[in-house]
Each structure stands twice: as structure tokens, then as C-alpha cells.
């Protein structure tokens, strides 16, 4: 039990230290106090899932569907059950987000999870200085990633997991494309049903815009310049979950989590959960710290088909200045 735990806090002292040697190298520089609009590919910071959402993405310390994919890797190998999950997020603007993903458990110990994303807009009309109602042509912004992830579970309380990620965006006929690597534990403490877990993801090399652009010169002309780099969007997570009512017909579950992304300040999530019977869930959860988001609502259900499950959840963000988000999931026991 003690060498566990020793094993459990040197694998989170190294991924602390990892995440402070970012900082101490200046791979992420702080430009501003906020850091806002520092980073690239910031729709991978969007929250998968109906039920992170409605808990205020305070998931880390849950993670135990086949939203973990996102949230938390480590969380594929302590599910009891292969899983389908997708989701269909419709975010502000027209822009619609959607996510599959698949959870695959080779043993009690080891699973392996794929996962894709896709946000897309329609179509938009090209405009010009002197066209400004349009050109007649048009144009398509999209993002999207592929994503492959391993994950084991080392002893009863101790899991971990690494994802490595391919993410790539296009608007117009320009794009960038780049690796990432997410990784994440997750600890049963052994008091009760509390559990500690953290996550570092979307971490990766600097993300650059292909081929170069024509920039006007003082002299007349143009000369071929590339485009400037920006760093990934990485967010460094710690959250815990308990049970904090455990009853066969009755569960309520609080979780609390610190998110610290590398281009904003560090929000502090606050979620909880009520399970009757297994079968209703009724959520809700703040994102403290976060100007734009006000409170998130939500609710699913579990309908038992034979021995397997289809849920369906369904989450509602009030936003301050944005058009308010609904996000809609369907999951398949396997």
C-alpha cells in the first residue's frame, strides 16, 4: 500500500515538474497578465460530453465513460465495460462540434480508446474591400483530430493513460497541422469513495500556419514570409470526486476541480451529480473564474437493454455575452 502510494506521488511530483519546466523555458511565454488569444487551436479546449459540461467540466476526477478520451485517459482503464460515445455540441456563432469516440477493454487492467473530433461552420461568403456583399465564391473553416489512446490500470487504485493526438485546421485554402500528447492518472485514495486524478493535455510543439505569404515592402512588391507560430492550446488539471451520499437508490456526487490553461487565468470548477437508481441523473456545475459562463444545467438517462446500457444526456450553458450552448449525447455499452 505504501509503495503505491510512493509510486502514485512520484508520477505526480514528475508531471508537475514537467508542466513548471514549460513555464521555465519559456515555451509558453506569458504575454499579458491573462495570456488571452496566445494559443492555437483553441477549439480543443471546448468541453466534450453533455455530462462534464452540466458539472462545470469539473470531469477530471470522474472520468469514467468514454468522455475520458478528452478529459482524462487514465479513466479508459478503470471503466468496467467497452463503450460508444458520441456528442454533438452546438456552440455559439452557427459553429457545430461533433465527437465519437470508442473505448475498447482488453482485460481488467488495460484498455485502448480512439477518438475523433470534428467543429465545421457552413459555408461563408468571400468579401473584399470593394465587394463587401460578397464575391459570389465562399469559403470553409473546420477543425479536427484523430486520436489513438492507451491506458492500464497498474494496481487497484492507480491508473494512468497517455493519448497521442494528430489535430489539424483549415480556413480556406490555408491549414495547419501538428502532433499532441495528452496524459493522465487517476488515484482511488482507499477513504470512502474519494479520488484524486490529474491531466495534462493538448501538449505539443508550436503550432505554424503551412507554406508562406506574399507581404507587402516599403520599396514596392512583395516578398515570401511564413507565418508566425503559436504555441498549443495545453490546460494542467487536478480534480477530485467523491461520493458524498452513496446509496443503492441514491447517489450524489460532488467533484471540484483547478484548471490551469497556458493562455488564460486558472478557473476552479465546482460539479455535482444525483444518480436515482441509475437510471435519471440530474447535474449541475460552475466554472468559477470564468467571465463568460454563468451556470450549466443538466440531465440523462440510462435505459438497460439486456445486459448493456444506452444513455442519453443532455447539458445547457448560460453564457454572458455568446449565444447560450446545448450539447446532446448518445452512449452504447459494448
Excluded at 505526480?12 to 495570456?35: E, M, Q, W
Excluded at 456528442?87 to 482485460?107: E, H, M, Q
Excluded at 477543425?143 to 492507451?150: E, G
Excluded at 493513460?161 to 489539424?168: A, I
Aim: aromatic residues 14%; hydrophobic residues 40%.
Amino acid at each position: 500500500m505504501i509503495k503505491h502510494i510512493k509510486y502514485y506521488l512520484f508520477i505526480l511530483i514528475l508531471t508537475v515538474c514537467n508542466s513548471g519546466a514549460v513555464y521555465a523555458f519559456n515555451l509558453y511565454p506569458k504575454l499579458g497578465h491573462r495570456r488571452a488569444g496566445t494559443s492555437a487551436l483553441t477549439f480543443l479546449k471546448i468541453g466534450i460530453g453533455s455530462r462534464a459540461a452540466a458539472m462545470g467540466g469539473a470531469f477530471v476526477g470522474i472520468a469514467d465513460d468514454a468522455s475520458c478520451l478528452y478529459w482524462n485517459p487514465a479513466g479508459a482503464a478503470q471503466m468496467k465495460q467497452s463503450e460508444f460515445y458520441s456528442s454533438r455540441i452546438n456552440w455559439p456563432a452557427d459553429i457545430k462540434y461533433d465527437f465519437l469516440g470508442i473505448v475498447y477493454k482488453l482485460s481488467a487492467n488495460y484498455a485502448l480508446g480512439f477518438s475523433a473530433a470534428y467543429l465545421h461552420t457552413d459555408p461563408m461568403d468571400v468579401t473584399t474591400e470593394y465587394m463587401p456583399h460578397g464575391t459570389g465564391e465562399q469559403f470553409y473553416f473546420s477543425d479536427f483530430y484523430l486520436a489513438a489512446t492507451v491506458s492500464q490500470k497498474i494496481t487497484r487504485q492507480f491508473s494512468w493513460g497517455l493519448t497521442l493526438k494528430y489535430v489539424e485546421e483549415r480556413i480556406a485554402d490555408v491549414s495547419s497541422h501538428t502532433p499532441m500528447i495528452d496524459i493522465g492518472t487517476f488515484y482511488w485514495t482507499g477513504f470512502k469513495s474519494l479520488r484524486f486524478s490529474v491531466s495534462l493535455t493538448n501538449f505539443g510543439s508550436e503550432v505554424q500556419i503551412d507554406g508562406k505569404f506574399a507581404k507587402p515592402v516599403i520599396e514596392g512588391g512583395t516578398i515570401d514570409v511564413e507565418y508566425n507560430g503559436f504555441p498549443s492550446p495545453t490546460i494542467f488539471r487536478i480534480g477530485t470526486a467523491m461520493e458524498i451520499i452513496d446509496l443503492s437508490y441514491n447517489k450524489l456526487t460532488l467533484a471540484l476541480q483547478l484548471n490551469h490553461p497556458i493562455d488564460n487565468d486558472e478557473t476552479f470548477s465546482i460539479g455535482l451529480e444525483n444518480a436515482l437508481a441509475d437510471i435519471l441523473f440530474l447535474r449541475t456545475g460552475v466554472n468559477m473564474n470564468n467571465p463568460e459562463e454563468e451556470f450549466n444545467l443538466g440531465a440523462g438517462i440510462a435505459l438497460p437493454v439486456g445486459k448493456k446500457v444506452i444513455s442519453f444526456d443532455y447539458s445547457y450553458s448560460s453564457m454572458v455575452h455568446l449565444t447560450d450552448v446545448q450539447r446532446f449525447t448518445l452512449i452504447f455499452s459494448l
